[in-house]
């Protein structure tokens, strides 16, 4: 984990970065926005921007040597006064080990780029076995090709002994071989952890399931607990959310729906990230509706709503019916801005997730879409086959029931995906 403070106060952030000739000023300004929410859900107190605009990255400290100067004033200014904290530097980009040394010894100070602020606030807030897990094997991984700059110790060598290789490993080749071991150690956990999940979900494959998606702290959670009564933890921070999980809505229906809330995502999210939490967001590749939450107060949002979208085609959901629905619209107090979103997405359930009423509109238009999937038919099954009756009471809407020597006659409502389960059973 990163150190970022000193004798329990938090550290002062300074946040950096690079405009180059692909982006502008206001995407830029909307990053370093989001840095600072990064910097803040840490804890840190959030100081100065600093912005260089820049055909290419400097590689060797990132910024030219005005700016580098610039950044080491600032850090000397904070530390002066108050010696007290620590100063940081966060970049709004991915840099290399080496630029990240040679920018820290520069301005005297410890220098972190975004992807190592996303892993911090992922190392803390991870609970679960599998979400621990996923996070430190991303984070072991991030940490491998910097260890040679974080800790050098040069000339240093390890006497082979019995079975040794020779003169010895140095320090650091023997550190970077325990991380190594350690990853595939976790790597094979994680696939035990998946097996048990995977476990979980059979069970529930026969359920009709919608799963919420979408940007970090839009209010998925907010909506997760109102539509299904749960205690799910809530906060206004960034990825307060990185396990996911299924609970019934409610009040419940017949047959149940069940709702799973998932890990938000962010711009610039790291892809081993992805790829790690992929077993986690297959709640969202199994499930038969996404609904999209967005934050429709954030000016950011079609940015959002591109991520997230990126994100699932990433993980293969992007053909899975999804429904957009604009969250905090009680927020959107301008006139022109809500009409103009009105009729940009004519579609979308703009709602209040801490309002009842549109709670229960969200609730209804869950139920609705799973209405209008049904189709109505009729479904012989054997006296041989009795103990497909009791699936399709549970997971169909049965209209009527007869018998004969053939067995029993059910004129039912049912999705197409559940009447193909049931005659996949039939002789």
């Given at each position: ?40 859900t840490l804890g840190l107190v959030v100081g100065k921007r600093f912005v260089q605009k820049r055909q290419h990255i400097d590689p060797k400290a990132v910024f030219g040597q005005g700016k580098v100067q ?358």
């Amino acid at each position: 984990m990163l150190d970022l403070s000193k004798e329990d106060l938090p550290a002062h952030a300074i946040l950096a970065a690079v405009e180059l000739p692909d982006t502008n000023e206001e995407e830029v300004q909307h990053s370093l926005d989001e840095l600072a929410r990064l910097a803040k859900t840490l804890g840190l107190v959030v100081g100065k921007r600093f912005v260089q605009k820049r055909q290419h990255i400097d590689p060797k400290a990132v910024f030219g040597q005005g700016k580098v100067q610039e950044l080491a004033d600032e850090v000397e200014r904070l530390t002066t006064s108050e010696p007290e904290r620590e100063v940081v530097v966060l970049l709004d980009l991915d840099v290399s080990p080496s630029q990240i040394r040679q920018l820290s010894q520069a301005v005297k100070a410890d220098v972190y780029d975004r992807t190592g602020v996303i892993l911090d606030i992922f190392h803390r807030h991870a609970k679960s076995r599998q979400a621990k897990t996923q996070v430190e094997i991303v984070r072991l991984t991030y940490l491998t090709p910097r260890m040679r700059e974080l800790g050098k110790r040069k000339g240093e060598r390890q006497g082979g002994g019995i079975g040794g290789k020779g003169k010895g490993e140095s320090h650091m080749e023997l550190d970077r071989r325990k991380v190594r071991d350690r990853i595939a150690e976790l790597r094979l956990e994680l696939l035990r952890i998946e097996e048990e999940r995977s476990v979980q979900r059979a069970r529930r494959q026969q359920l009709r399931r919608v799963a919420l998606v979408g940007y970090t702290n839009a209010g998925k959670s907010t909506l997760m607990r109102a539509l299904t009564g749960s205690d799910v933890y809530v906060a206004d921070k960034l990825f307060a959310t990185l396990d996911t999980t299924v609970r019934n809505l409610h009040p419940p229906v017949d047959p149940p729906i069940v709702v799973s809330d998932t890990v938000g995502f962010i711009r610039k999210l790291p892809h081993d990230l992805v790829a790690s939490f992929k077993s986690t967001l297959d709640e969202a590749l199994e499930a038969s509706l996404l609904l999209q939450i967005v934050d429709a107060a954030d000016p950011a949002f079609p940015k959002h709503v591109e991520t997230t979208e990126a994100v699932l085609t990433e993980i293969g959901a992007e053909t899975i019916p999804m429904q957009l629905v604009f969250n905090k619209w009680d927020q959107v107090t301008d006139l022109a801005v809500a009409e103009r979103l009105c009729q940009t997405y004519p579609n979308a359930w703009r709602i209040s997730a801490k309002n009842e009423r549109d709670v229960a509109r969200v609730r209804e238009g869950i139920i609705g879409f799973f209405e209008g999937q049904k189709l109505e038919t009729t479904v012989l099954i054997p006296h041989s086959k009795g103990n497909l009756r009791a699936q399709l009471y549970a997971n169909a809407e049965v209209l009527a029931e007869s018998y004969d020597e053939e067995g029993g006659h059910y004129r039912v409502r049912i999705t197409p995906e559940m009447l193909a389960r049931i005659t996949a059973e039939l002789p």
